[in-house]
């Protein structure tokens, strides 16, 4: 954007997006093996983030330094979650100047005039020693991915990834704990019309481990859940083709993949906690992700309705639209400006 110059540091990196920009623009070394949310590399990165926060000057730096992590998201695709770790700025900063937190992270936040992601806002402020007048949001945005649909037919794609032409619900990214995969097993292992009439489809996240495996046996669903990789094309095939997509998460920063999927027209059934439901808004259908009965429920309620699945569609067109990657953009540096003027 016109008049800023971005500064991205990823000293240790899984991103493929980052090698796709100038070199001038990033501080980066690409790591050789991807890893999730406790990847050593991670680890290692925050020690030169921490200089380069160090160095950081609101008052007096012309630029807008990013310090990009790896997401648990999917490992060929991690460019969209940016964080700057309020632990990693000095106290006296964090006092002295206003604090913007942009959601995706632990610390992130969300929101515009008309769309404030409160939960997060409520998370730093209970977490970290901020006056609530230095706290401001932004929401970030999300890609559509229609446009890399190949062409391939829903038959054709059920019948190469699932092995029949049969109908599914997705499930996006990392399986860590608080991702609560394991609360999805139960659910849909104790519904019989789910277990008779839908796969599992598990996009992203690494292939399943020994102990996931075992879970998924012992749930009695071996042959139903799979587990699909891939670039961003066969991620927007997974959403187009799918029954809908359920995140059951017990936290989430943002929830990327719900838009993605609002995006494809695919029905969203997700947790009613963290930030989820204030970007979702009516157009999904939520349950409470503790709770194996209401994540049951709540999946039969969209999958045994054509009518449910329809009004989720025509409400995830309206929703998708309070967000965008130019808006966070115009947003995030505004603040900044403000920060800068201070």
């Not at 050593?40 to 807008?64: D, E, H, S, T």
């Not at 049969?166 to 990392?174: E, I, K």
């Not at 609560?180 to 789910?194: H, I, P, R």
């Not at 059934?269 to 979702?280: D, G, H, M, Q």
Request: charge should be positive; hydrophobic fraction near 35%.
């Amino acid at each position: 954007m016109a008049g800023v110059t971005p500064l991205i540091v990823a000293p240790f990196h899984f991103n493929e997006y980052l090698d796709r920009l100038p070199s001038a623009l990033v501080r980066r070394k690409k790591g050789t093996v991807a890893g999730g949310q406790d990847s050593p590399g991670l680890w290692i990165g925050r020690v030169p983030r921490k200089n380069y926060c160090a160095r950081f000057q609101a008052g007096r730096c012309a630029q807008y330094v990013l310090f990009p992590e790896q997401t648990s998201h999917r490992r060929p695709r991690n460019c969209h979650h940016l964080r700057h770790d309020p632990r990693e700025v000095s106290p006296a900063l964090r006092r002295e100047r206003p604090y913007h937190a942009m959601e995706g992270c632990e610390c992130g936040g969300g929101g515009s005039r008309d769309l404030h992601l409160e939960s997060t806002r409520r998370d730093v402020l209970a977490t970290y020693d901020i006056p609530e007048e230095r706290v401001s949001v932004t929401h970030l945005g999300f890609d559509p991915l229609g446009l890399l649909l190949t062409g391939e037919s829903s038959s054709d794609f059920k019948v190469r990834v699932l092995g029949a032409d049969a109908p599914y619900f997705l499930y996006v990214g990392s399986r860590v704990n608080y991702k609560n995969f394991g609360g999805l097993l139960e659910a849909y292992s104790a519904s019989a019309s789910l277990r008779k009439n839908f796969s599992l489809l598990c996009f992203g996240g690494g292939d399943f481990t020994g102990a996931e495996r075992a879970a998924i046996a012992k749930a009695g669903v071996e042959g139903r859940v799979i587990y699909l990789g891939g670039p961003d094309a066969v991620l927007a095939a997974c959403y187009a083709h799918a029954s809908f997509i359920r995140l059951p998460v017990v936290y989430e920063g943002f929830g990327i993949p719900v838009l993605e999927a609002m995006s494809l027209e695919c029905p969203v059934a997700c947790s009613n906690s963290s930030s989820l439901p204030e970007v979702v808004g009516d157009a999904a259908t939520l349950f409470d992700p503790r709770d194996r009965d209401s994540i049951r429920s709540a999946l039969e309620s969209v999958l045994d309705s054509p009518s449910a699945a329809t009004a989720l569609k025509e409400r995830g067109r309206i929703r998708r639209q309070l967000f965008s990657w130019r808006s966070c953009a115009e947003n995030t540096i505004g603040i900044y400006r403000r920060v800068l003027n201070s």
